[in-house]
């Protein structure tokens, strides 16, 4: 045999040996290597064809990816919506499922694992299911019962929502029914009286409770009801969550009913600042069972100072925190204030823009960190119920 030929023919053993030998002991060929190197710098999106549902309406979602190799693709939502593949290339994939004929908001991930063994990667979007995109909220004021009309004078027409504050269960529903004359929605914050968070929980007041769903029952308007709200550093989480898990089918009934109920937290758990709450930090007030029986979760938001973060962030944060979580009914804004016009402006924006937002309050009397409005402040929240 010629010597070219035999050094071809050790060559072509030599790399037969090595390929067997990387093989067995789990050393990356090229291939490999080359998916590895995909895995790792894949990007995806996901997109749905539109943000908000209605029940038995076509869900379209887009998924594309720049993964090179062959993966499984995954499609799951916290609506638990069973989703199907209906066609598909190298890099892009249409999936759909039929809306449910639940509400809130909700987070569809599509997730993709490369064959090779290389990391997964996912891509997610939100959508809303049971609302419609072009509602607002309902925009009306909090102040005290003494100031009320000549503050309801000072914004001018057009309030469509009151906060009521009551100290204990059995206190006159006379401002509610004010409000309902007014053609005001109530938006009531009970304290319990003479009950610890615990013993609610644990049924003590049940019978003030069903006492109460009755007179509010028989308004002449829809009501929503919160038990003490802006819970942080008055007690147990867990015994708050508690009693809003139990009291609030008492109060409200059946979801969607005449009487609406959920609760009002502190705003600031949804800054995007270090003093804002994680997502398990919610949940620790917040749980499933809080959100299962709450037509809206709601929260107060305020600024503190000129400089200081305003309420806009923190109601976006509301917002992609109900998607992320799934089940989210509503939204609300017990009060929000501002210390300049564009605080104002840019709250009232967030709650004509966000469809999640069911009603919100500006917080309009001097007190704690806020002050009546007046000037500049006055005059966007003017605008702002002008245009509404």
């Given at each position: 045999m010629h010597l070219p030929m035999i050094r071809k023919s050790l060559a072509a053993v030599a790399a037969v040996l090595v390929a067997s030998f990387a093989a067995g002991c789990g050393v990356p060929m090229d291939e490999d290597i080359?998916?590895?190197?995909?895995?790792?710098?894949?990007?995806?999106?996901?997109?749905?064809?539109?943000?908000?549902?209605?029940?038995?309406?076509?869900?379209?979602?887009?998924?594309t990816e720049t993964y090179v190799g062959t993966r499984v693709t995954k499609i799951v939502d916290t609506g638990g919506h069973t989703w199907t593949k209906k066609s598909g290339d190298a890099s892009t994939m249409i999936w759909t499922a039929v809306a449910g004929s639940g509400k809130g908001a909700f987070t569809v991930t599509a997730t993709i694992t490369p064959s090779s063994g290389a990391p997964a990667f996912s891509a997610s979007d939100t959508f809303t299911?049971?609302?419609?995109?072009?509602?607002?909220?309902?925009?009306?004021?909090?102040?005290?019962?003494?100031?009320?009309?000549?503050r309801v004078r000072e914004v001018g027409p057009g309030l469509e929502a009151r906060r009521i504050f009551y100290t204990s269960f059995g206190d006159s529903l006379r401002l509610a029914e004010r409000a309902c004359a007014d053609g005001m929605y109530p938006v009531l914050s009970y304290k319990t009286g003479g009950y610890s968070w615990a013993q609610v929980a644990a049924g003590n007041a049940d019978a003030e409770l069903r006492a109460l769903a009755t007179r509010l029952n028989a308004l002449p308007c829809d009501s929503f009801v919160a038990i003490h709200h802006e819970p942080a550093k008055d007690g147990a989480a867990r015994d708050w969550a508690a009693m809003q898990a139990h009291a609030l089918p008492i109060l409200g009934g059946a979801?969607?009913?005449?009487?609406?109920?959920?609760?009002?937290?502190?705003?600031?758990?949804?800054?995007?600042?270090n003093q804002g709450y994680t997502d398990a930090e919610i949940a620790e007030y917040i749980p499933r069972a809080v959100i299962d029986v709450s037509d809206v979760i709601a929260a107060d938001t305020y600024q503190t100072c000129e400089t200081c973060e305003e309420p806009l962030p923190k109601m976006k944060g509301m917002a992609a925190w109900a998607r992320r979580?799934?089940?989210?009914?509503?939204?609300?804004?017990?009060?929000?204030?501002?210390?300049?016009?564009?605080?104002?402006?840019?709250?009232?924006?967030?709650?004509?823009?966000?469809?999640?937002?069911?009603?919100?309050?500006?917080?309009?009397?001097?007190?704690?960190?806020?002050?009546?409005?007046?000037?500049?402040?006055?005059?966007?929240?003017?605008?702002a119920l002008a245009n509404w």
């Amino acid at each position: 045999m010629h010597l070219p030929m035999i050094r071809k023919s050790l060559a072509a053993v030599a790399a037969v040996l090595v390929a067997s030998f990387a093989a067995g002991c789990g050393v990356p060929m090229d291939e490999d290597i080359g998916e590895a190197e995909s895995a790792a710098t894949a990007t995806a999106t996901a997109k749905l064809d539109r943000e908000v549902y209605q029940a038995g309406q076509t869900m379209t979602l887009t998924v594309t990816e720049t993964y090179v190799g062959t993966r499984v693709t995954k499609i799951v939502d916290t609506g638990g919506h069973t989703w199907t593949k209906k066609s598909g290339d190298a890099s892009t994939m249409i999936w759909t499922a039929v809306a449910g004929s639940g509400k809130g908001a909700f987070t569809v991930t599509a997730t993709i694992t490369p064959s090779s063994g290389a990391p997964a990667f996912s891509a997610s979007d939100t959508f809303t299911l049971g609302t419609t995109a072009t509602k607002k909220a309902l925009l009306g004021m909090s102040a005290p019962a003494d100031t009320w009309d000549q503050r309801v004078r000072e914004v001018g027409p057009g309030l469509e929502a009151r906060r009521i504050f009551y100290t204990s269960f059995g206190d006159s529903l006379r401002l509610a029914e004010r409000a309902c004359a007014d053609g005001m929605y109530p938006v009531l914050s009970y304290k319990t009286g003479g009950y610890s968070w615990a013993q609610v929980a644990a049924g003590n007041a049940d019978a003030e409770l069903r006492a109460l769903a009755t007179r509010l029952n028989a308004l002449p308007c829809d009501s929503f009801v919160a038990i003490h709200h802006e819970p942080a550093k008055d007690g147990a989480a867990r015994d708050w969550a508690a009693m809003q898990a139990h009291a609030l089918p008492i109060l409200g009934g059946a979801i969607g009913g005449k009487v609406k109920v959920g609760v009002i937290a502190n705003g600031w758990w949804w800054s995007p600042t270090n003093q804002g709450y994680t997502d398990a930090e919610i949940a620790e007030y917040i749980p499933r069972a809080v959100i299962d029986v709450s037509d809206v979760i709601a929260a107060d938001t305020y600024q503190t100072c000129e400089t200081c973060e305003e309420p806009l962030p923190k109601m976006k944060g509301m917002a992609a925190w109900a998607r992320r979580v799934g089940g989210v009914r509503a939204l609300g804004v017990g009060e929000f204030n501002g210390f300049t016009a564009a605080s104002i402006t840019n709250a009232t924006k967030t709650l004509a823009e966000e469809p999640l937002f069911a009603w919100g309050c500006v917080w309009n009397s001097t007190g704690g960190i806020a002050t009546v409005l007046t000037g500049a402040r006055l005059e966007a929240f003017r605008t702002a119920l002008a245009n509404w």
